[in-house]
């Protein structure tokens, strides 16, 4: 059966300081999910936890707290679908992921994206070669996947993203990784029982930062390695969310995805 788009598991509110559309609230994202027939959605705003511990370098993500995050809470409910509390956790120069052992428990969901390297300070020098950010990117998916975090509620966040190297694009960076590396981590990621987001913009046509097939080719090989996929449209605004279902549809067909390769969280239940 072919993969249904019921589900958007990584949605920002305007809580994140990165989304700043007055409209971006929960009770909007619950109308995404009545307005496009979706059974599952995740608030996923930015997030550090500040039991993790700090440093100068952390500024910005400070302000993004635990009681930060949780004026989302509650949740809008609505019969039919499922809203979950999540947060997108990011992983700083030292590999730390900024999420705490009580609120590991807490979220229903925790997105990691190991390849914001466009944080200058944070997560990066900022001067590196793009082999420098490939073998970066290998670490911290290496590191993501040591990381004792409870691997079937952990999604790795948008892997293709041009964030990853902005002075370029995403495949100057990622076509410098072997597909022998590739295999390993997505088996490894695979056997864990993490999901791979897929939220791409070369899926609309004449959109994206990518060379769509070598992107393709990526989420082929993590399928072949038996990964399981979740989609998230990363929206910041209302705007974002509306092309949110014609890329994924697209993607869908691209990559000849059935329900055998959905992530469980995203099943409607």
């Not at 990853?164 to 960076?173: L, M, P, Q």
Request: aromatic share 10%.
């Amino acid at each position: 059966m072919r993969f249904v788009y019921d589900h958007d598991l990584h949605i920002h509110t305007n809580i994140s300081p990165c989304a700043s559309d007055p409209e971006q609230t929960p009770s909007r994202l619950l109308k995404y999910a009545e307005d496009n027939g979706l059974r599952t959605i995740c608030v996923t705003d930015h997030y550090w936890d500040e039991t993790v511990g700090s440093g100068a370098s952390l500024q910005w993500y400070l302000r993004q707290n635990t009681a930060k995050i949780k004026e989302a809470l509650p949740l809008p409910k609505k019969d039919g679908i499922r809203f979950m509390f999540g947060a997108e956790c990011e992983m700083d120069n030292g590999s730390r992921i900024g999420v705490g052992r009580e609120m590991t428990e807490e979220l229903e969901f925790i997105i990691v994206p190991i390849n914001h390297l466009h944080l200058t300070g944070i997560t990066s020098r900022g001067d590196e070669t793009p082999r420098e950010r490939a073998e970066m990117l290998v670490r911290r998916f290496d590191a993501l996947l040591d990381s004792g975090l409870p691997m079937k509620k952990v999604g790795l966040a948008h892997f293709t993203d041009g964030l990853v190297y902005t002075a370029g694009t995403s495949y100057d960076v990622l076509s410098l990784i072997p597909e022998s590396e590739y295999r390993r981590l997505f088996g490894l990621a695979a056997k864990a029982g993490m999901g791979i987001e897929l939220n791409m913009p070369a899926a609309k046509p004449g959109f994206g930062w990518y060379n769509d097939s070598f992107e393709l080719g990526i989420y082929m090989i993590a399928r072949e390695m038996g990964c399981k996929f979740y989609f998230g449209s990363d929206a910041h605004t209302v705007k974002g969310l509306l092309a949110a279902k014609e890329k994924a549809e697209r993607t869908i067909d691209l990559l000849h995805l059935t329900e055998d390769d959905k992530f469980e969280l995203a099943r409607a239940v």
